[in-house]
């Protein structure tokens, strides 16, 4: 027999459609209607409210293989399946992390896949696959942050028997899992949430209506989200769960739902004996997130730093609108790197107000930061969606990987950075109601509009060759072109691995130095020293050290032993001297590599 649930606490009569066939349902305790029924696996069902004849999907439903507007299929993953049972897990100190849209990854645009290309990341050097949002939506493609259905995976990546083989396929090869998912909202389109229940509020954030956390009737749907995030950490064998814009969480509660959510995360991560990790993308500023329980915090496991990537990317690129008005200086860079935040109870003149609060630095480790120069929405989120390979030369997108991957941050990388992808990540959707499709491509105009970008540049995110173009090119990473910011990429990768003063999580143990009329900058990370000239002709730099990794071999003054940087170039030195990187051979073009 299979047991069918579903809340519908206003409802006066509820009934399941069960392949056609239409069985009452008894009401329980808080709004829960209940009924068992022998059901096969595949079978189609859905629920009746009250007088209406509309055959509405389950709320938790598991599969949607019709898409989020049709009847949910009977379905339950086969523990049979998993391989992975010495798998132990991985922790997020010393992790590498990269970001990646099923769709967008390969071709085909499926788990199966996916699977193909783990190789290429093993050997990059990653630890961490984190997957954007693959919960149920409407259409065939989209970014996958207007799901309705959480419970769901989307069909056309797959389905939760893609999901689960490509978790087993990562953890085969050493690579943990983390996904991305939405809690702060539903989509546009499918979203039968509130036919159900008062699952959503009349407040609203950028996306759409705020969901009741703290309301009448809000503890089933809080339920709802500690259910949903459990399942796929305990169904699925997910190791880390990305928590989109936890800033429009709306929760008065003297308990928190992150607060919440952490606590099941602690227990169940000692029930399956593995590292489970909740990382959350916050525009905050605010420690209490990644402060301990014991503090006083969230005890969320992780944060995205988006201060970190906006004092790297202005400073090498020079861009300055928008919220990146306060960066773009080598002191903003420096100060950053050593204290987490930029925005730290200072003005922010983009918010118009004071933001953020300073980290406790001997509280929080910094590898609780995740830094990047590259997301989804840092690149997706410009109008026509261009890399920084777009516009910054091969030397300068060389020094934004040496400031992540040699910094005291746990580095992030986006599908295709590692070789200065060409193609653009571009913002698509594929919306089955044209009203709702055409608001969207009018609403992004409009945004970009304000911004200062024609609305002629701003592609048509329905429009599916918008989707198309922002494929990953895989016979990108073999041609020569590529191949010199691939080995770059792969050293420092290999560099960070193999010392310990890098992945040191504590930001007490780093040190910077500066000129901001001359452009470049230090870090200093024990006896190793990262030396970055971001200006475009040569500069001095009073340091010494020997060579231990450089995208152009510096020339040391033979009196003062202070190297030369060429313009757009980063060197690792130390002092006393070792043996430099060792990597695969070949002509690699990047000094300190045999």
């Not at 509020?201 to 709802?224: A, F, I, K, M």
């Amino acid at each position: 027999m299979t047991a069918f649930e579903v809340w519908a606490p206003r409802a006066e009569r509820v009934r399941l459609d069960l392949d056609g066939d239409v069985h009452p349902m008894t009401r329980a305790s808080e709004g829960w209607w209940r009924v068992d029924r022998a059901a096969e696996s595949g079978a189609r069902y859905g629920f009746l409210l009250d007088d209406d004849p509309t055959v509405l999907p389950d709320p938790r439903s598991a599969r949607q293989p019709e898409g989020v507007h049709a009847r949910s299929a009977v379905h339950v993953l086969d523990p049979n399946r998993w391989t992975d049972a010495g798998w132990t897990g991985r922790p997020l100190a010393g992790a590498l992390f990269y970001e990646l849209h099923i769709g967008a990854f390969t071709p085909e645009g499926t788990f199966d896949a996916a699977i193909d290309r783990l190789d290429h990341l093993v050997d990059l050097g990653v630890t961490v696959v984190e997957i954007m949002p693959v919960n149920a939506f409407d259409g065939t493609h989209n970014w996958g942050y207007d799901g309705v259905l959480w419970y769901a995976v989307h069909e056309p990546y797959g389905g939760p028997d893609g999901l689960q083989r490509f978790v087993d396929a990562c953890h085969a090869r050493g690579l943990a899992v983390a996904l991305d998912v939405v809690y702060n909202h539903l989509g546009p389109s499918g979203n039968y949430l509130p036919r159900f229940g008062p699952y959503l509020t009349e407040g609203r954030n950028t996306w759409g209506q705020s969901l009741n956390l703290d309301g009448p009737d809000s503890g089933p749907v809080r339920g709802h989200i500690l259910d949903n995030a459990l399942r796929w950490l305990r169904e699925f064998h997910i190791d880390a769960l990305r928590l989109d814009a936890v800033h429009a969480l709306v929760d008065r509660t003297a308990t928190h739902l992150l607060a919440e959510l952490a606590d099941a995360t602690t227990a169940l991560s000692a029930h399956v004996r593995r590292p489970l990790t909740l990382i959350a993308e916050s525009d905050l500023n605010d420690p209490r997130l990644i402060t301990a329980r014991a503090a006083g915090g969230y005890g969320l496991g992780g944060q995205w730093n988006d201060d970190f990537h906006h004092a790297v990317h202005t400073a090498v690129s020079g861009e300055r609108q928008g919220y990146y008005a306060d960066f773009g200086s080598l002191a903003t860079l420096a100060r950053t790197l050593r204290h987490g935040f930029f925005h730290a109870g200072t003005y922010s003149s983009f918010r118009r107000r004071v933001h953020g609060r300073p980290l406790d630095r001997a509280l929080i480790p910094a590898s609780t930061l995740l830094g990047y120069t590259c997301t989804h929405d840092q690149i997706g989120n410009r109008a026509i969606g261009d890399r920084p390979s777009a516009y910054l030369a091969d030397g300068q997108l060389a020094i934004k990987a040496a400031l992540v991957l040699l910094s005291a941050f746990t580095p992030m990388l986006f599908m295709g950075e590692e070789w200065g992808a060409r193609t653009p990540f571009l913002f698509f959707t594929s919306h089955t109601d044209p009203v709702i499709g055409a608001a969207t491509a009018t609403g992004r105009k409009a945004e970009f509009a304000e911004h200062g970008w024609s609305s002629e540049d701003v592609p048509d995110p329905q429009d599916p060759e918008t989707f198309l173009r922002s494929k990953i090119d895989w016979s990108e990473p073999d041609s020569a072109s590529h191949a010199r910011l691939l080995a770059c990429y792969r050293a420092l990768i290999a560099l960070r691995r193999e010392r310990a003063e890098i992945t040191d999580p504590w930001l007490s143990g780093v040190e910077v130095d500066y000129d901001e009329r001359q452009g470049w900058i230090v870090v200093t990370r024990g006896p190793l020293r990262l030396l970055c000239n971001l200006s475009a002709e040569p500069v001095r730099i009073p340091v010494t050290g020997a060579t231990v990794l450089a995208w152009v071999e510096p020339e040391f003054d033979p009196v003062s032993g202070h190297p030369t940087l060429p313009g757009h170039c980063f060197a690792v030195v130390e002092d006393p001297p070792r043996d430099p990187i060792v990597a695969s051979p070949g002509d690699t073009g990047i000094a300190g590599i045999r």
